[in-house]
């Protein structure tokens, strides 16, 4: 059996009658990183929320370490590392007061406050007030607060909201290199799939408050398999052509749809395209977006 | 646990106008003094001949209620302040700390924070007498200590109340503005009768020094603000946070 880091259990969340999470059974192995998807509303958050015990589930248990989160509380948390939506910061105080009044509740050591900043890269900037901060300097500060405790679960909800795409990549190699370097689990949330595709190991979808999807990211690649266009010169001769041999395709304006096509396949039509002299203008590739791969997985999913 | 809370409220605290308002609060109500014996120093020290010191406390006691409420008021609404700003609600409570520890943190520091504002009444006032030539001899040590901190002991549940509301309420007018109309009222609410004026909460802080059986009004200030303490705390556990 694997040891699952998180195992909620009928998790649920209802606001005035309505349902924000319901019936929520995530589960995280030990080490992963786990992208937790969702759009905005889907109740990432409020999952995240639920997952520190800020707020209450109306329904359902959470079980981090394998300790009930509702009895264990403090001695779980104590192992965890959070940075929920926004970061939190105390604007006139230092980086190194901010962490310095984080660490006297945690009791870590005094020279963790050094070597986080250090992992985050704001040492430069560790005596400046954190109201001047950019915003990326304050989410890389959020996450030095995360893992100033040294936890062995680091809980981020959209740790890139906001940054810059270099702020964006150096967050992405930070995360990386947790579970390598520290043996730490990480779940991340996020709107976008392609923030966490390249980290994840695994992929949860949340939906209306419904997981509708829970596996590896390769699983969820093989069912997010994108689909190939090519645009030519004469689309209905160049459909009739490729008929005669035999492949499928479909016509969608100036262009030609593959579906679920290999390499080979992608070269033995342009080789036959070109050899009865239709101009090729572009091969591209057409990736699915999220939203239509949630439409795809809330589609496959629903009637069960 | 809630000694590690404190700790980390005194470093928050820093550069927040805190520390400014515990002192000028005291010294605001003695210098007010200090300009009134100044003005008319001749024809005070004449009509209060043999009892300078006595005189001198009913003076800057009229004042010590109001300005008690605008400090249950104000010290509650800018600790709050800290922590919502950039609503750190969520991440100080999602660290290994009880949230009964968080609350009675806050409680404990602006316990701590009024009282050195007492001490620092205490020491003005002394100070004050000694420079306006009182007989040294005269001085009421256990008069002035009385003036100093019973009637903060009398307006702990005003205190438990707007630390309460502040924690609660992300807005801070609300708050600000109850205690500001409390504060400016209980220089009158004293007088509206002689029956049930005893029975207002908002009066305790005036009884507790003037009154008869000043005793009951500190007692009863300690019950009722430990008993306000004890609901926050217990709603604060509670609570969820956004």
């Given at each position: 059996m694997k040891e699952w880091v998180i195992e909620t259990k009928g998790l649920s969340k209802r606001y005035k009658g309505r349902y924000?999470?319901?019936?929520l059974n995530l589960k995280i192995e030990k080490g992963d990183i786990y992208g937790f998807l969702g759009p905005n509303g889907a109740g990432k958050t409020t999952t995240i929320r639920m997952l520190l015990g800020l707020i209450k589930p109306s329904n359902g248990s959470v079980h981090i370490f394998g300790q009930p989160l509702n009895k264990e509380k403090l001695s779980i948390l104590r192992r965890v590392g959070s940075l929920v939506e926004y970061p939190s910061y105390?604007?006139?105080?230092s980086a190194t007061d901010n962490l310095e009044a984080i660490r006297r509740i945690l009791?870590?050591?005094?020279a963790r406050i050094t070597e986080v900043l250090d992992i985050v890269g704001l040492s430069k900037e560790a005596?400046?007030?954190?109201?001047?901060?950019?915003l990326g300097m304050k989410q890389r500060l959020g996450i030095a607060s995360a893992l100033l405790g040294s936890p062995e679960l680091l809980l981020l909800d959209?740790?890139?909201?906001?940054?810059?795409p270099s702020g964006i990549l150096e967050i992405r190699e930070l995360i990386k290199q947790m579970p390598k370097q520290h043996g730490i689990t990480v779940l991340i949330s996020s709107h976008l799939l392609s923030e966490v595709e390249l980290t994840a190991g695994t992929v949860g979808i949340i939906r209306q408050g419904e997981l509708v999807f829970q596996d590896t990211i390769a699983h969820l690649h093989q069912q997010a398999q994108g689909s190939m266009s090519l645009i030519v010169s004469e689309p209905e001769q160049a459909l009739a052509t490729l008929l005669q041999q035999g492949i499928a395709a479909k016509k969608s304006g100036d262009a030609l749809l593959f579906a679920n096509i290999g390499d080979h396949a992608v070269a033995r039509i342009v080789k036959s395209l070109v050899e009865h002299d239709h101009a090729i203008y572009r091969v591209e590739e057409m990736r699915k977006s999220l939203e239509e791969l949630f439409l795809q997985i809330v589609g496959e999913v629903k009637p069960s | 646990m809630m000694l590690k809370a404190l700790s980390s409220d005194f470093l928050k605290?820093?550069?927040?106008g805190l520390w400014f308002l515990i002192f000028i609060g005291p010294i605001g109500l003695i210098a007010m003094q200090a300009l009134n014996y100044g003005l008319r120093y001749d024809y005070l020290t004449q009509k209060y001949a043999g009892k300078l010191w006595e005189a001198l406390l009913v003076d800057i006691q009229m004042f010590v209620p109001i300005s008690l409420f605008l400090g249950v008021t104000l010290i509650p609404s800018l600790l709050s302040h800290i922590e919502h700003s950039t609503n750190a609600w969520k991440q100080l409570l999602a660290l290994p700390i009880s949230r009964g520890a968080v609350f009675r943190s806050k409680f404990a520091l602006s316990v701590i924070l009024l009282t050195i504002s007492c001490m620092v009444l205490a020491a003005g006032t002394v100070i004050l007498g000694f420079s306006l030539r009182f007989e040294l001899a005269d001085m009421p040590v256990g008069e002035i200590l009385k003036l100093c901190f019973l009637p903060f002991f009398a307006s702990l549940p005003a205190l438990a109340l707007f630390l309460w509301l502040c924690i609660n309420m992300r807005n801070q007018a609300i708050p600000i503005t109850l205690g500001v109309l409390i504060a400016i009222s209980s220089v009158f609410t004293?007088?509206?009768?002689?029956?049930?004026?005893?029975?207002?909460?908002?009066n305790w802080p005036m009884f507790s020094f003037a009154?008869?059986?000043?005793e009951l009004f500190v007692g009863a200030g300690f019950l009722l603000g430990a008993v306000i303490c004890l609901l926050g705390t217990f709603h604060f556990i509670r609570k969820d946070v956004s």
């Open positions: 924000a999470v319901s019936n105390y604007g006139h105080l009791g870590a050591p005094a005596r400046r007030p954190v109201k001047g901060f950019s959209e740790p890139t909201n906001g940054l810059d | 605290i820093r550069g927040k004293g007088l509206i009768s002689s029956t049930w004026s005893k029975w207002l909460p908002i009154g008869p059986q000043q």
